[in-house]
């Protein structure tokens, strides 16, 4: 039942265009981002939940306060023993409900604070991706411009070289034609 335990996990290729790294980053990120503020909504969730719970365990003691009151005022001991119990229990509950609160109060901002970074970065990043798509649209213009004027140089090169092969075969043959003068006289 060991089955892919060692198998080595797979690492997600680079894409070899530079635009499609970036939107693999932004879509990474746009996830990332959308975990946070899911945690973070959870958290508001359980605030509200530990809200409700501190109302209804102050509420308690409260009432076992006055449970409590009229207990000693009958002089009914055992009451007063089990009240005072149910207190020290209910004080004890109230207390890690608040510090379940705080933490779930300073855990929540800082999710927040995070989402907010992370939407911050997403959207610099899709700010920098259009400009690397305008850059590499106006690099792809400029490229083509280059390889036509690259082409019309090596045209007129090919142009030139056959006008010094034509010069070259007008010398040779006024070279021939003066042998055969010399050669005729």
Do not use: C, N, W
Request: hydrophobic content about 40%; charged content about 40%; proline content about 2%.
């Amino acid at each position: 039942m060991l089955f892919g335990l060692f198998r080595k996990k797979k690492e997600p290729t680079r894409p070899a265009d530079p635009l499609a790294a970036l939107d693999q980053l932004i879509e990474k990120l746009e996830r990332q981002a959308a975990e946070v503020r899911k945690s973070a909504a959870t958290l508001l969730a359980l605030k509200g939940d530990l809200t409700r719970g501190m109302e209804r365990y102050t509420r308690r003691l409260e009432d076992i306060a006055s449970r409590r009151a009229t207990a000693e005022s009958r002089g009914d001991g055992k009451a007063v023993a089990v009240l005072s119990k149910d207190r020290e229990q209910a004080e004890g509950l109230r207390a890690s409900t608040r510090d379940a609160l705080e933490r779930a109060d300073a855990d929540g901002k800082l999710l927040l604070e995070a989402a907010g970074e992370l939407g911050d970065r997403v959207a610099e990043l899709r700010r920098e991706r259009e400009s690397a798509s305008a850059r590499l649209t106006v690099g792809g213009i400029v490229s083509e411009a280059m390889r036509e004027r690259v082409a019309r140089f090596e045209q007129a090169l090919v142009v030139d070289a056959a006008r010094d092969e034509v010069e070259r075969a007008h010398a040779l043959a006024d070279i021939y034609r003066e042998e055969l003068r010399e050669q005729e006289r």
